[in-house]
């Protein structure tokens, strides 16, 4: 697993802000310590659909067959 | 059945209530009275009832017993339970775990819905963590609830109400739900069994949603076999909830099934880090037991757990805000500190970072699948350590909050992540009597596998039976 750049109070208060939410700086600095380990490269295949990988896994409820 | 089981009904499981019921040798009003008293003695010590519909159940199970004499035989007829206090049900406001009342719906979740046509009571709605969001059982409005093997312990979360309440005996099974380990984490900590269905397998229609790509819904009961009987009621498409599948739904006596030739994977990384004494000694035990049941036991390989972790956080981060937002800007003065700073997180991520977490699943689902290949399930410790207590876990808002949540239910999400099935049973107990479960991980619409696997070790293991001292 690749590092990525973690989450900076400055960039979680401007996500934030663009989401409608106000935070000040002890809270924008909480934030990024909070959600900076999730923060990952998932590696996942360039150019492909979001669902195009088989099987299909968790969403497998939404295959035609499974629907009435 | 010990004497002391014999000779109080509310002791009984789920299933030999059901059978002295259909055998007429007690009434749904004897057996409804039975776990009233019990729940008017014991409830205010774990905190574990938000409030007793006891007219309302009173009324139920007298209809029940004239159904039954006209010949009625619905499988969950008369049958005592109680909910975690998330889903509608017609005419009731609910709490959702929050500080305030939410006004009733005009129709029952789909899940309690069910129930009733199958004929079961509901006694009342169960404590549960802040609108599902907490894994231990603390709830700044409410107070936390208490496990009853020890009432200075956490019971887990977020379906704290119902682990402890069918652990104490108080009724013969209770819904929970499962966004990252709700269901199971208590389970473990209460000494229950907890059944974490696949995504997609139960109707969430009417039931408070938290993460609409994670959450599950699913019994608590005593014994795999009573998770089965609600499972095989609850389960199967909707058309009120589009993401239910039609595939068909096992019956109850599927936790019959023959398990021998089965193999059972035991990762060899990650669900091995950190265990206490008694999570570690049960997994030795546990791996005894399945082998005399003729299961075979295989190491396996899983992918890179962090990762799936990490990917599961990011999901539930942005989806529980974004299903927040309008209250958390409106209404920040209506939550707790914990739960309020955990929605806050989710304004961090950004679309992208949320994309590639969700873009991760299928790839992450057929490594997963790929690495138990050939296994009926995996076996995982449910937590690392039995229940630690309600002070030491009382983090609320601090800036630690997340890491030490996040640490409670590492083994518990990646079933989310990857829409697993998973079952949590009793394992074993600590030298002072705290009780740990182990949970029993399938592919996706398995669940009939977990519980032939979970009531075949039942029949040879005692755990499930012991009750706790909360007299």
New interface residues.
Partial sequence: ?TDKPK?TPD??AI??AR???R?DEA?AK??????S????N????ALTL??S??????????KPE??? | MSSQQASDPALWTLTEAQAALSRKRISSLELTKACLARIERIAPKLNSFLSIDREDAFKAARAADRARARGDKRPLLGVPLAHKDMFARKGKTMSRGGRQSFAPDDQDATAIARLSAAGALHLGPLHMNEFAFGPTGHNEHDGPARNAWDVTRITGGSSSGSATSVAARLVFGALGSDTGGSVRMPAHFCGVTGLKTS??RVSRAGAMPLSF?LDTIGPLTRTAEDAAQIFSVIAG?DPRDA?????AVPKPSAAKAPVAGLTVGLPDAFYTENLDATVARAVEEMVAALKSLKIKVKRVTLP?Q??VN??C??VI?AES?AIH?PM??GSPEKYGDQVR??L??G????AV?Y????????????QH?AATAGCAAILAPTCPTVAPTIEETDVRGG?N???VI?QITRFTRAAN???LPALTIPSGFSDSGLPAGLQFVGA??TEDALLAIGAAVQRVTGHHLRVPPVE
């Fill in positions: 697993m989450a960039a979680v996500t934030a989401g409608g939410y935070v809270a909480r934030i990024a310590n909070a959600i380990p999730a923060l990952t998932f590696d996942c295949p979001p669902m990988e088989e099987p299909s896994g968790w969403d497998q409820r939404a499974r629907r009435s | 995504y997609g790509t498409f993401t239910t599948s039609t595939s890179d962090a990762r990490a990917a956080q990011v981060g805000t937002k958390l800007i700073n955990r806050e997180n304004f961090g991520y950004t970072e994309i590639e977490a969700m873009r991760f699943r299928a790839v992450a689902l057929s699948l800036g909050a997340e890491v996040q992540l990857l829409g996706p619409y």
